[in-house]
């Protein structure tokens, strides 16, 4: 399977089973079209008829001569069948029209017994903000506000570790609501963790998500000396950010965390956080909030795609893809441009690896929501992800007991690219992994299906990015 798109100037084409890709010039780029399904007389006859039109004169010069004009009929021929030559040899070195060889595998893989490697603490029930779009209800999750007590957090950190296997690296996100509000837990929690990773040969990675609101000096002291990451929530431009993030009163948030998370940011040497937004159907215009954030001195950038059902009115709607791959072009461009002027900066999902990370199995599976991945309440349930807390269906068991509801667990596990009817023939699905199990429920009851405005916008992000990693190798 190959996947073929114009962008920035650039002809790319992607290889999707091998992962390779190629930019090629025009005459390139058509024959690989119409090389899989069609003979060679016929892409000859094809392509000598396209390119002795007159916006191609610039390849054959066409006049009274018809001398002339033979000869460079003859050459063109030629050239193409030269191109021919080289995508032949290119799918003989397995670069072009490779077969797919992971439905197997894949199969084969899921049959493997699986550790927890990864919890996300649901630190505080609670939060200080009331934001629009907030999917946790203003951090309650359908329930009561609650804190985690340091007893139950401790416990969570004892399954991590009993159910971890021989994997020595295990992450472990304080979330919320609002994990600040919980701050002395957090802190408990993590220096209960560095005793255990030496008494059982484990590594803690520990990140943290906030608002911003309760974050000081004491707080970013204690951040820069044990989160692995910081994620600093904040939409965009002002009008922006406080017309979907207000606090409890009404009040708008930007002013208040907008300074802190620059200190914060330059305190880290602009790495290993990033400031993470969404974009609604308010602001489609969201690449002006990528380079709002950017002129701000920010260099880790993450604006989001609201996920909301069509009749919430911030929702993205289908009509309003348009307008976003557009906004995503125009971003590209303007991190070309912020490159070659030195200016430049790293957007979340313009971050692809073409060089073969993560593993094959990462990639035909995702996130591993539900098997490698939980959330943890307040009270200690475990859920498959975040997005699942407080949906009793998806109750899975909790940290004093373990998982109860193997099925769930098992659900889960055989989800993966090869699971989705649309994903087989999707030229994406390396790099989005199937999509968000749990965006695909709340649109369709089933986590094997998947979110389709999602999946066109991530489609449109996996493009964008492939076109910056061929522009940024043009120029080097």
């Not at 539900?370 to 269906?393: I, K, M, R, S």
Request: hydrophobic share 35%.
């Amino acid at each position: 399977m190959v996947h073929q798109f114009k962008n920035n100037g650039y002809n790319i084409v992607l290889d999707v089973n091998s992962g390779m890709v190629h930019v090629v010039d025009d005459l390139a780029y058509d024959i690989i079209a119409l090389y899989e399904n069609n003979n060679q007389g016929s892409i000859i006859s094809a392509m000598v008829e396209k390119y002795t039109k007159p916006e191609y004169m610039k390849l054959i010069t066409a006049n009274d001569n018809k001398e002339e004009f033979t000869e460079n009929i003859e050459a063109l021929v030629r050239q193409i069948m030269e191109v021919m030559e080289d995508i032949e040899q290119l799918k003989k070195d397995g670069a072009l029209f490779t077969k797919d060889l992971y439905e197997d595998y894949i199969s084969e893989f899921k049959q493997r017994s699986t550790v927890v490697k990864a919890l996300c603490l649901h630190i505080a029930h609670d939060c200080n903000l009331a934001c629009r779009y907030c999917f946790a209800e203003e951090g309650e999750y359908q329930g009561d506000r609650s804190l985690m007590s340091y007893e139950v957090g401790k416990q969570a950190l004892d399954f991590l570790i009993a159910n971890s296997g021989n994997r020595r690296n295990l992450e472990v996100d304080f979330f919320g609501g609002e994990p600040l509000m919980n701050f002395q837990v957090v802190k408990d929690l993590v220096t209960y963790g560095r005793e255990q990773e030496k008494l059982h040969n484990k590594n803690f990675r520990f990140t943290l998500t906030t608002n911003g609101i309760l974050l000081d000096d004491e707080v970013m002291e204690f951040a820069n000396r044990e989160m692995s990451n910081v994620v600093l929530s904040i939409d965009g431009r002002k009008e922006v950010n406080d017309k979907m993030r207000p606090s409890r009163n009404g009040k708008g948030s930007y002013e208040l965390i907008l300074p802190k998370f620059q200190k914060l940011a330059e305190s880290r040497k602009q790495t290993d956080y990033y400031v993470r937004g969404t974009f609604t159907g308010n602001n489609l215009d969201f690449s002006e909030d990528v380079k709002h954030l950017a002129d701000l001195g920010f260099k880790q950038i993450s604006v989001e795609p609201v996920v909301a059902l069509p009749e919430e009115r911030y929702s993205i709607k289908e009509e309003d893809l348009p307008i976003l791959f557009e906004e995503y072009d125009k971003l590209a461009r303007l991190m070309l441009e912020r490159g070659r002027e030195g200016r430049g900066f790293n957007f979340f999902h313009f971050m692809l690896d073409l060089s073969g990370g993560p593993c094959v199995a990462k990639r035909l599976s995702g996130c591993g929501a539900g098997t490698e991945y939980l959330a943890v309440t307040p009270w200690g349930d475990l859920y498959p992800c975040h997005q699942f807390v407080g949906n009793t269906d998806y109750l899975m068991g909790n940290v004093y007991d373990g998982i109860k509801k193997e099925q769930l667990r098992e659900e889960f596990k055989q989800c993966n690219v090869y699971s989705k009817d649309k994903c087989r023939s999707c030229f994406a699905k390396f790099y989005c992994s199937g999509g968000c199990a749990a965006n695909s429920f709340k649109f369709h009851g089933d986590i094997n299906d998947t979110y389709d405005i999602g999946c066109e916008l991530q489609k449109k992000r996996v493009e964008c990015a492939i076109m910056l990693k061929a522009a940024g190798m043009d120029e080097n």
